[in-house]
């Protein structure tokens, strides 16, 4: 791959919702990370601009994204919902800035790339020109890491996968709210729910982002149109999307059917050789994934790998990651360091 910004000792980079659950994270790993920045800059509304935010134990301000002004920087990650973005990434991308977005607002433009490095990198050709590039949903994200190596072997003809996501996923707001509720309610006092459709704590909400025509939900909706853009638009993909009283990490039970012969082991060797995917399935001593575990961690955890009994060629996979961290940060950090590859 040619490389898309030239050689520097450091990149200007721009994190547009900085104060936010995602914005946060992606500080986090470009610390972490040590990708190389010459200048950062934290952008967000004009709420709270002008507060601070830190980075490797330095502050810095937050500026107003309505009058900031991209030009000079080399790369922005965007985490501030999908009317920010729709608004503010062009402005970005026409000052030269290529823009990683985490939001939906561009996922499904045809112009512009939908890129999960450990599946798709190739797809990131697109953003030459528009300087663009879509960060998938973070359900999408950990489904097709766990897919793509089993795709790769014996093609797939169908996913059916229903999710247990955690409230991080609706952001930071969405966070306090499952606290607070837990401790009014344990406290005998009413739990208000004004972020997430219901109240979240000790309960379980089958509705995530809006109901469309259909009957499914948007997020549904997300995770079926995504999976066949970064993977193969001929997988027939369906999805029951449900939001979960977990803070951090989203779980999915995935039944897959194969074109052709899979079972249980040869899946568990191609997936425990796999890129960005960690094996934890120990039936007999108890072991398989969870979002205690997962949360704060960079892999994709596949466990409970086991074979359909009902159908030929299928198998059940329990995928379990932080949907903060690879189902949105550092799945945009990995893409900018594409970026920044040199040959
Ligand atoms: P702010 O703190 O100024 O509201 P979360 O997903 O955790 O709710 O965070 C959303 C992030 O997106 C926050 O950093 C928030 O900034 C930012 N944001 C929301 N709306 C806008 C906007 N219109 N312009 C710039 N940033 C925004």
């Known amino acids: 791959m040619e490389p898309f910004l030239s050689e520097k000792d450091g990149y200007v ?50 500026q107003d994204l309505e009058t900031f002004d991209p030009t000079g920087s080399d790369i922005a990650l965007f985490s501030a919902g999908g009317d920010t973005s729709r608004e ?19 996922r499904m433009d045809e ?18 020109e528009n300087r663009i590039i879509a960060n998938p949903n973070c359900s999408t994200i950990q489904l097709v890491v766990a897919l793509k190596p089993l795709h790769d072997a014996v093609a797939i003809e169908r996913v059916v996968v229903s999710t247990y996501q955690a409230v991080s996923g609706a952001g930071g707001k969405a966070i306090e709210e499952l606290a607070e509720q837990t401790r009014n309610l344990l406290s005998g006092k009413e739990a208000e729910a004004n972020i997430l459709p219901a109240r979240i704590a000790f309960n379980v909400i089958p ?28 997988i027939a993909v369906t999805a029951t999307t449900v939001r979960v009283p977990v803070f951090y990490g989203h779980s999915e039970a995935v039944n897959i059917t194969f074109s052709g012969p899979m079972d249980a ?7 425990a050789d796999a890129e960005g995917v960690c094996v934890v399935d120990d039936p007999k001593g108890e ?21 359909d009994h009902s159908s030929f060629n299928s198998l ?25 590859r040199q040959p």
């Open 88 to 106: 503010h990434a062009p402005r970005f991308a026409e000052a030269g800035c290529y823009v990683v977005d985490n939001s939906s607002a561009w």
């Open 287 to 307: 072991d398989y994934p969870m979002p205690s575990m997962a949360a704060g961690s960079d892999p994709v955890w596949v466990g409970r790998i086991r074979n």
């Open 111 to 128: 112009s512009v790339a939908l890129v999960v490095p450990e599946v798709n990198p190739h797809a990131l050709e697109m953003a030459r």
């Open 207 to 234: 509705h995530i982002d809006v109901f469309l025509e259909d009957g499914y939900t948007r997020e549904e909706h997300k995770m079926i149109e995504e999976t066949r853009k970064i993977m193969d638009a001929d």
């Open 13 to 62: 980079v721009a994190v547009v919702g900085a104060t936010g659950a995602v914005g946060q994270t992606m500080l986090e790993i470009l610390a972490e990370r040590d990708f190389p920045i010459s200048e950062l800059v934290v952008v967000a509304s004009s709420r709270s601009a002008g507060s601070t935010v830190e980075f490797k134990g330095k502050d810095y301000v937050v």
């Open 265 to 271: 082991g040869r899946a568990r060797e191609l997936l």
């Open 316 to 340: 059940h996979l329990w995928v379990v990651a932080d949907n903060v961290r690879k189902g949105a940060a550092l799945n945009a950090v990995q893409i900018a360091e594409i970026l920044i």
